[in-house]
């Protein structure tokens, strides 16, 4: 009778759980590292020189247009030296904070408004397609036509008053951010909308728990663009309806440059314009941003 023989060979492979183990260990390593805080040198050199060097670069080169007489008419383009003039006046007269905040705080009140309107009709909009058959097209064309549009019915159906100025800043920001709200849920995974079904999370709940955050980066694309469109539109409805009892904001400070035929007041309206766009974006928006992608795993900190 022939044996059977049989071959241990469990003492010659290792353990498939501490292959797992160390692959866990370096995978851990890895995101440990990544996720460190950069150095300070790193950040200034990427983050704070290119915007500096920037900048620098356009004051050259608006100083060279003015410095070799190609544009030697400051009615047309005034020179770096009389913008700052004009920053240095407004500063010392008290008024260049009155007319940040002016403009600032209608912009910011008037885009909170619309994000309270704007983010249940996206829901509406996207989860009942009676609702988006009916009004979905009507939010894509209001989204299209120009905020300018609204100010003179604005100023007829409201008066030239603040609710006027929120009225527009919600006509133009609320489309935005409902289609902004709608692409983010039409682009959640089904499964997702299964799985919290499965658990309960039906109604208001699974629009909490499951909609809202799976559709979040597109949402928060839809907010950006929101609030683009509310400072575009309060803009437009300082410049046309500017009017003492409303103060004056950024927009009323451009159109009292235009009226004074004062090139460097416009320069400066335009710049502060230009600041606070920018500063919104880079406090409020991008940190979110970042924040958004990082939860999800698609940024890491380098």
Not at 275 to 298: H, K, N, Q, T
Request: proline residues 7%; hydrophobic residues 50%.
């Amino acid at each position: 009778m022939a044996s059977t023989e049989t071959t241990d060979t469990t003492a010659d492979t290792p353990p498939v759980k501490d292959s797992l183990g160390g692959l866990e260990a370096g995978l851990d390593a890895l995101e440990t590292s990544a996720a460190g805080r950069p150095p300070l040198k790193q950040t200034l050199l990427n983050k704070v020189l290119p915007p500096i060097v920037a900048v620098a670069v356009v004051l050259v080169v608006w100083q060279a247009l003015i410095s070799l007489k190609i544009v030697d008419d400051p009615t047309k383009l005034p020179s770096p030296a009389d913008v700052g003039n004009e920053f240095k006046d407004a500063w010392l007269s008290g008024t260049l904070l009155d007319y940040i905040w002016t403009s600032i705080s209608r912009g910011l009140l008037g885009f909170l408004f619309a994000l309270a309107i704007g983010t249940p009709l996206g829901l509406l909009v996207a989860r009942v397609k009676f609702v988006r058959a009916a009004i979905g097209p009507i939010l894509s064309g209001l989204q299209s036509l120009p905020s300018v549009a609204w100010v003179p019915p604005a100023v007829i159906w409201l008066g030239l008053n603040n609710s006027m100025m929120y009225a527009v800043i919600l006509l133009g920001a609320v489309p935005s951010i409902a289609n902004g709200l709608v692409s983010g849920i039409d682009q959640v995974p089904p499964l997702f909308l299964r799985a919290g079904r499965t658990m309960g999370a039906t109604g208001l709940r699974g629009a909490w728990h499951i909609v809202m955050p799976a559709a979040l980066p597109g949402y928060l694309a839809g907010l950006k663009q929101g609030w683009a469109f509310s400072w575009r539109s309060l803009m437009a409805a300082e410049i046309i309806a500017s009017s003492p009892d409303l103060g004056i904001g950024l927009g009323a400070l451009l159109e009292n440059g235009r009226n004074a035929s004062s090139m460097s007041m416009v320069f400066e309206a335009i710049i502060l314009i230009l600041f606070v766009g920018i500063a919104i974006d880079l406090l409020i928006f991008s940190p979110l941003e970042r924040w958004v992608l990082r939860s999800r795993g698609l940024l890491v900190r380098n």
